[in-house]
């Protein structure tokens, strides 16, 4: 892996964290036990993981730009 692709996963990670932050705040604290904003989070990652895949063999999208979105993205 080159510094491209670091840098890539690292402003992916930031991006995805910020929007994981900004849901939690905008479906505010619930009086159940189970935590919505972190499972709607999880469902929207894997929703955007499964679109990426599939997407990437008819785009070819570049390794890096992947890695970006898939490890940063909805890893952060």
Given at each position: ?76
């Amino acid at each position: 892996m080159n510094t491209l692709t670091f840098a890539g996963i690292f402003i992916g990670g930031g991006l995805g964290s910020v929007l994981r932050f900004s849901l939690s705040l905008l479906m505010g604290k619930s009086n159940f036990s189970l935590p919505w904003a972190t499972l709607s989070a999880n469902v929207l990652s894997c929703i955007i993981m499964v679109l990426v895949m599939k997407l990437s063999e008819s785009l070819q999208l570049s390794n890096s730009l992947r890695l970006m979105i898939l490890t940063g993205f909805c890893g952060g």
